[in-house]
């Protein structure tokens, strides 16, 4: 058993080794720029990690501070007593840290329970930036990888050492995280794929998997629906090396004579699923997409997907062709056609479809090779972040161009709620519930805000006043309600105080935003003419006897005229009744008469 296990983690080394031998990876990246002190202000890259969740489309501002204590972030900062949450009106507070100890993932997870923002780590080495990955999977990490939810970044151990020493001469540095060009946005559809897997058994990131694909088949299906996005799905595959192909490992784990792998599901030979399962398998979902793309329905791939994982799993013994039928059938598709596309996995030639798939893994323009899964890739770009659904979507957003984004773009799913916050410190007037505060998966923005048809003029940070009405000669005015010279000032005019004797001369006077409002008392009712108004009394049970006896003489002579119009019918239908009778007894028996015999109906 001990033997199996050594070759088969030499088999994965050897693939392993295969891959990376050739692997071309891109490090995606983000703009930093330090707004102060005017001494370091510039712009930067830096590498975003590949976790948390990225505000792509959007930017993010904060106040840098580098700890006094645990400065490699690889403890607990409660256990040194602090804290890093931005007090009320304060910028949002973004830690630096120093590479090196423990895993990137765990520095930011760290700090995130710290109260922090964002996160900086400063490489120790002087070398290009690298992409901050998730460690290996085990149970300790799995439980807080998927709950890192601010963004994260690596910065040069040059532009770190500037960053460090600032701070320590007393400096407040400010720093602004941009992630909009992050992901190219050219035009309005966004091209997109998902490099993903069949196998439900290899742990946290295939559980990761399959979860992802079920929260985001809706969201996809209404974006391939309206014609927003083209989806692609992709599905990693090895080659066995020539010297190999008759060897126990790649008749198990490969179809087409060791043209196209896939690891053992449970990483023992001796029992369960093989590789080559998990490829037919891969390849019979690249042929439901191909073949549902032919119908000009590829969104049933998420369908199938989703459905396959939940009707066939591994677990079940139920991860078969059989089971795959059934699926397919119940969403209507073809599955000769599909077979047919499948072509013989026993063949000694290639598969047109998983070689296209092998040469897909090769990087080409800003793309780099595709070398772990899940990757998603994103107009050529790919995607670094947490895979969840709100995370994913945002990115894809941002691939809009601006202004054509769909409407689930800018639904509340994927708002940033920055404005839940001291009002994403934008300008407010809580008296009259307005703000200058609006949401949008890009981020904040503070403008002010257009209410009644009439738009509020300023920064949308300090203020927002004033209004602008053009009545059409190209002058400014305030409107109805409002006095100033309608171009710099527009103020509510009290109209209780200036004017109540005008308007409410019975009754008392609330003023609201642009008007007013009266209330008279006594249970009066109040009635506005023009500028003027009145309070009248309620209808009294005066009134209400008199129009009860109006209502009683009406009733009255509605029956009257009932009755006389029933004797009149009864008349009527009488008179007719014995007219009709007599000109029918002309031609045919009634009741009391003999018949009269007639031959229409006897035989010719």
Same mark, same amino acid.
């Given at each position: 058993?001990?033997?199996?296990?050594?070759?088969?983690?030499?088999?994965?080394? =050897?693939?392993?080794? =295969?891959?990376?031998?050739?692997?071309?990876?891109?490090? *995606?990246?983000?703009?930093? @720029?330090?707004?102060?002190?005017?001494?370091?202000?510039?712009?930067?890259? $830096?590498?975003?990690?590949? /976790?948390?969740?990225?505000?792509?489309?959007?930017?993010?501002?904060?106040?840098?501070?580098?700890?006094?204590?645990?400065?490699?972030?690889?403890?607990?900062?409660?256990?040194?007593?602090?804290?890093?949450?931005?007090?009320?009106?304060?910028?949002?507070?973004?830690?630096?840290?120093?590479? !090196?100890?423990? /895993?990137?993932?765990?520095?930011?997870?760290?700090?995130? &329970?710290?109260?922090?923002?964002?996160?900086?780590?400063?490489?120790?080495?002087?070398?290009?930036?690298?992409?901050?990955?998730?460690?290996?999977?085990?149970?300790?990490?799995?439980?807080?990888?998927?709950?890192?939810?601010?963004?994260?970044?690596?910065?040069?151990?040059?532009?770190?050492?500037?960053?460090?020493?600032?701070?320590?001469?007393?400096?407040?540095?400010?720093?602004?995280?941009?992630?909009?060009?992050?992901?190219?946005?050219?035009?309005?559809?966004?091209?997109?794929?998902?490099?993903?897997?069949?196998?439900?058994?290899?742990?946290?990131?295939?559980?990761?998997?399959?979860?992802?694909?079920?929260?985001?088949?809706?969201?996809?299906?209404?974006?391939?629906?309206?014609?927003?996005?083209?989806?692609?799905?992709?599905?990693?595959?090895?080659?066995?090396?020539?010297?190999?192909?008759?060897?126990?490992?790649?008749?198990?784990?490969?179809?087409?004579?060791?043209?196209?792998?896939?690891?053992?599901?449970?990483?023992?030979?001796?029992?369960?699923?093989?590789?080559?399962?998990?490829?037919?398998?891969?390849?019979? &979902?690249?042929?439901?997409?191909?073949?549902?793309?032919?119908?000009?329905?590829?969104?049933?791939?998420?369908?199938?997907?989703?459905?396959?994982?939940?009707?066939?799993?591994?677990?079940?013994?139920?991860?078969?062709?059989?089971?795959?039928?059934?699926?397919?059938?119940?969403?209507?598709?073809?599955?000769?056609?599909?077979?047919?596309?499948? !072509?013989?996995?026993?063949?000694?030639?290639?598969?047109?479809?998983?070689?296209?798939?092998?040469?897909?893994?090769?990087?080409?323009?800003?793309?780099?090779?595709?070398?772990?899964?899940?990757?998603?890739?994103?107009?050529?770009?790919?995607?670094?972040?947490?895979?969840?659904?709100?995370?994913?979507?945002?990115?894809?957003?941002?691939?809009? *161009?601006?202004?054509?984004?769909?409407?689930?773009?800018? $639904?509340?799913?994927?708002?940033?709620?920055?404005?839940?916050?001291?009002?994403?410190?934008?300008? &407010?007037?809580?008296?009259?519930?307005?703000?200058?505060?609006?949401?949008?998966?890009?981020?904040? =923005?503070?403008?002010?805000?257009?209410?009644?048809?009439?738009?509020?003029?300023?920064?949308?940070?300090?203020?927002?006043?004033?209004?602008?009405?053009?009545?059409?000669?190209?002058?400014?005015?305030?409107?109805?309600?409002?006095?100033?010279?309608?171009?710099?000032?527009?103020?509510?005019?009290? *109209?209780?105080?200036?004017?109540?004797?005008?308007?409410?001369?019975?009754?008392?006077?609330?003023?609201?935003?642009?008007?007013?409002?009266?209330?008279?008392?006594?249970?009066?009712?109040?009635?506005?003419?023009?500028?003027?108004?009145?309070?009248?009394?309620?209808?009294?049970?005066?009134?209400?006897?008199?129009?009860?006896?109006?209502?009683?003489?009406?009733?009255?002579?509605?029956?009257?005229?009932?009755?006389?119009?029933?004797?009149?019918?009864? @008349?009527?239908?009488?008179?007719?009744?014995?007219?009709?009778?007599?000109?029918?007894? &002309?031609?045919?028996?009634?009741?009391?008469?003999?018949?009269?015999?007639?031959?229409?109906?006897?035989?010719?």
């Amino acid at each position: 058993m001990e033997l199996q296990r050594l070759h088969l983690l030499q088999w994965f080394t =050897l693939l392993s080794s =295969l891959m990376n031998c050739y692997a071309r990876f891109v490090v *995606e990246k983000n703009s930093l @720029r330090v707004t102060s002190p005017e001494k370091i202000a510039g712009t930067h890259d $830096s590498a975003i990690g590949n /976790f948390g969740v990225p505000q792509y489309g959007g930017t993010l501002a904060g106040v840098l501070v580098y700890p006094k204590e645990n400065r490699k972030g690889c403890k607990n900062f409660h256990d040194f007593g602090v804290s890093f949450k931005s007090k009320p009106g304060a910028l949002p507070t973004f830690l630096l840290v120093d590479r !090196g100890d423990c /895993f990137f993932a765990l520095k930011v997870w760290n700090i995130q &329970q710290a109260g922090a923002s964002a996160v900086l780590v400063a490489d120790d080495i002087s070398e290009p930036l690298i992409t901050m990955n998730t460690p290996e999977e085990d149970s300790s990490s799995a439980k807080y990888i998927e709950n890192i939810t601010i963004p994260s970044a690596l910065v040069s151990k040059s532009f770190g050492e500037t960053l460090k020493k600032t701070i320590s001469g007393g400096d407040i540095v400010n720093v602004n995280l941009d992630w909009r060009e992050a992901v190219p946005h050219p035009d309005d559809r966004v091209e997109y794929e998902l490099w993903t897997n069949s196998n439900d058994v290899c742990g946290f990131k295939c559980d990761l998997l399959m979860e992802f694909t079920k929260e985001f088949k809706g969201a996809a299906q209404i974006l391939e629906k309206g014609g927003y996005t083209q989806f692609r799905p992709h599905y990693i595959t090895w080659y066995c090396p020539q010297a190999f192909t008759l060897s126990l490992q790649c008749k198990s784990q490969c179809i087409n004579y060791g043209r196209y792998c896939a690891p053992d599901p449970e990483h023992d030979f001796s029992s369960g699923y093989e590789g080559k399962d998990v490829v037919i398998e891969n390849l019979r &979902q690249l042929c439901v997409f191909k073949v549902a793309n032919e119908t000009d329905k590829p969104w049933l791939w998420w369908d199938y997907v989703t459905d396959f994982h939940i009707r066939c799993p591994m677990k079940e013994k139920r991860y078969n062709k059989e089971c795959a039928d059934v699926v397919l059938r119940a969403l209507g598709l073809d599955v000769k056609k599909i077979d047919k596309c499948m !072509g013989d996995p026993n063949a000694d030639a290639d598969n047109p479809v998983l070689k296209e798939e092998q040469e897909a893994q090769v990087g080409k323009g800003t793309r780099g090779d595709v070398t772990i899964l899940p990757t998603i890739v994103v107009n050529n770009h790919q995607y670094r972040g947490k895979l969840a659904k709100v995370a994913v979507l945002k990115a894809i957003c941002a691939g809009f *161009e601006e202004t054509t984004e769909p409407s689930i773009c800018l $639904s509340s799913d994927i708002e940033t709620n920055e404005c839940l916050e001291n009002n994403g410190g934008c300008w &407010q007037d809580k008296a009259a519930n307005l703000t200058a505060c609006k949401d949008t998966f890009r981020g904040r =923005l503070c403008e002010c805000p257009f209410v009644d048809g009439v738009r509020f003029n300023g920064d949308g940070y300090s203020h927002c006043e004033g209004f602008e009405q053009d009545d059409g000669d190209g002058k400014c005015e305030c409107p109805p309600g409002f006095k100033g010279d309608g171009a710099k000032t527009c103020e509510d005019i009290d *109209e209780c105080k200036e004017s109540k004797l005008s308007h409410c001369p019975e009754c008392s006077c609330k003023n609201t935003w642009g008007s007013y409002k009266c209330t008279c008392s006594g249970g009066r009712l109040y009635i506005r003419d023009q500028d003027r108004g009145a309070c009248i009394s309620k209808i009294g049970t005066e009134v209400r006897a008199s129009w009860a006896a109006i209502w009683a003489i009406l009733i009255g002579l509605a029956m009257s005229g009932g009755g006389a119009y029933l004797i009149y019918k009864h @008349r009527l239908r009488t008179y007719m009744d014995s007219e009709i009778r007599a000109i029918l007894a &002309q031609y045919m028996p009634l009741d009391g008469q003999a018949e009269i015999p007639n031959h229409v109906s006897d035989p010719a």
